[in-house]
């Protein structure tokens, strides 16, 4: 009996050709596959792990925002050198409120300046005085009481006049004090020494200024007054023009 022979032919060989290339085909494209040619499509979900990424390799911008938690706050450091100064700024504009009033010290002085005022011999008088040269604390009030000035507030006071005396007539005595006064009508005197001032004098004497001044401790409402005293037998006059007779208090302090 014959046996079939079997012949190669054309077909045969290149069905035995594709059979080759499906089976090793996969192999081949593991070795060969173009550079950048796999992307996202080609990787499985969850494929690449914590294990296949490089240590160190990623970075913050790699991550979604809020995903890396923040490190504790360093500690504070040192204090830099001082800036230059700036620039001088504008200049403000002026205030449109009312001015702030100064302030003084009670102070006020009272004189006689208008006509000579006659002092009759053996008896003290109060010396009248007709304008107020200075007041800035409403310590004078001519009108109702013109012999003296009113403490406004407790405390010492520096208090001093001046007797001006002109054309002396007769032989004697001549001279004035400065008194304290409880009330405003200066008729109840305060208990403290007077400053006084006298001497004797002669008919024909000119001029005789008699200046006193003393530091007197008063309470608000007090008063104080100068007066004049002559004992010649003539009735003498006080001068009454410019830097004459006068009397001044000033507010020194508690």
């Known amino acids: ?6 012949a190669l032919t054309f077909s045969n060989v290149v069905a035995c050709l ?5 089976l090793g085909g996969a192999s081949y494209a593991a070795f060969k596959l173009p550079k950048n040619s796999v992307g996202a499509k080609q990787l499985k979900k969850n494929a690449v792990t914590g294990a296949k990424v490089k240590d160190g390799s990623l970075q913050a911008r790699d991550f979604k925002a809020g995903q890396l938690p923040a490190g504790p706050a360093g500690a504070v450091g040192p204090r830099g050198p001082a800036g230059p100064p700036g620039a001088t700024g504008p200049a403000g504009s002026s205030s449109t409120g009312g001015e702030v009033a100064p302030t003084f010290l009670p102070h006020a002085r009272i004189a006689r300046l208008n006509t000579n005022q006659p002092v009759t011999s053996g008896g003290a008088q109060n010396v009248i005085f007709d304008t107020v040269v200075e007041d800035t604390a409403g310590m004078a009030d001519l009108p109702a009481h013109p012999s003296s000035l009113r ?3 407790d405390g010492l006071y520096f208090v001093a006049g001046e007797l001006l005396w002109n054309g002396i007539k007769g032989n004697g005595r001549m001279g004035g004090a400065i008194v304290g006064m409880k009330d405003a009508a200066a ?3 305060l208990n403290f020494r007077s400053v006084d001032t006298y001497q004797g004098v002669q008919s024909g004497l000119n001029y005789l200024a008699q200046p006193l001044s003393e530091v007197i401790r008063l309470k608000a409402g007090q008063n104080v007054k100068l007066i004049a005293y002559q004992a010649t037998g003539e009735t003498n006059q006080l001068i009454g023009e410019a830097s004459s007779t006068w009397l001044e208090a000033t507010y020194l302090g508690p």
């Open 18 to 22: 594709a059979l080759f290339i499906a």
């Open 1 to 6: 009996m014959t046996r079939p022979r079997r």
């Open 187 to 189: 008729t109840e005197p």
């Open 151 to 153: 403490a406004p507030r």
